[in-house]
């Protein structure tokens, strides 16, 4: 079955550092998602990527889906407090409908001023 | 409205007790997702529809489990005879065309 394994599960970076988290499938991916998660809150969406190469800038957000398809990479500039929480890379699977993603188990960001 | 909308927060069941979940998608969206949440990062797909049709349940379990999405009401998800191990956050998502999944705050379903 299809997994995304994201990485790392959990980091801590000093306000004003930049960030990479990274979103990896064993098979093409399809409609891939970031999400960002608060304790006690719904997922807010941060961008959706679909063509191998496409890269979306939202503010200091930065993601990516490389030209196989295979890997996503979501990157934060000079991160502040307000960038902390855990991020969720999500995919619709191989012969899935619309919207039927799956999910990595999240990377948990932590920002110190 | 302009959120995707749950309720309750929070439902705590005894078990063997029925569980019952709203959910009112963004105004002018037609598809809504259900996932279940449970050990804080373990999501799973449940169901979708189409308006009020059933676009994909491939993720209900076959026995408890039952959804709705009636015209001019907020669509529910439904626990019979809730167990233990559905103890879980139950999130809702509502789409325009089936892409880019706006997702509700949730609701904690806690079995006792």
């Known amino acids: 079955s299809q997994e995304l394994e994201q990485s790392p599960q959990s980091l801590i970076v000093q306000e004003g550092k930049n960030l990479t988290i990274n979103c990896t499938s064993s098979?093409?991916?399809?409609?891939l998602y970031w999400y960002k998660q608060k304790y006690g809150e719904g997922l807010i969406f941060l961008m959706m990527?679909?063509?191998?190469?496409e890269e979306k800038s939202h503010e200091k957000i930065t993601a990516k889906l490389d030209e196989k398809k295979q890997q996503s990479s979501l990157h934060i500039t000079a991160s502040q407090p307000s960038h902390a929480g855990i991020y969720l890379c999500?995919?619709?699977?191989?012969?899935?409908?619309?919207?039927?993603?799956?999910f990595g188990k999240g990377t948990k960001l932590s920002v110190k001023p | 409205g302009e959120e995707v909308a749950q309720t309750p927060k929070h439902l705590v069941r005894g078990e063997g007790q029925k569980a019952k979940l709203y959910c009112a998608p963004i105004?002018?969206?037609?598809?809504v997702f259900w996932y279940q949440q449970v050990l804080k990062n373990e999501f799973k797909f449940l169901i979708s529809?189409?308006?009020?049709?059933?676009?994909?349940e491939t993720g209900m379990p076959k026995e408890r489990f039952s959804a709705k999405c009636l015209p001019n009401s907020p669509c529910s998800l439904e626990i019979q005879a809730t167990k233990l191990e559905d103890s879980a956050v139950y999130f809702c998502?509502?789409?325009?065309?089936?892409?880019?999944?706006?997702f509700g705050s949730g609701t904690q379903l806690s079995v006792l």
């Open positions: 999500g995919a619709e699977i191989y012969g899935g409908s619309q919207g039927n993603l799956i």
């Open positions: 998502a509502s789409s325009q065309s089936g892409e880019k999944l706006f």
């Open positions: 098979k093409t991916l399809y409609g």
């Open positions: 990527l679909q063509k191998g190469g």
């Open positions: 529809f189409q308006n009020e049709n059933v676009f994909d």
């Open positions: 105004k002018g969206h037609s598809y």
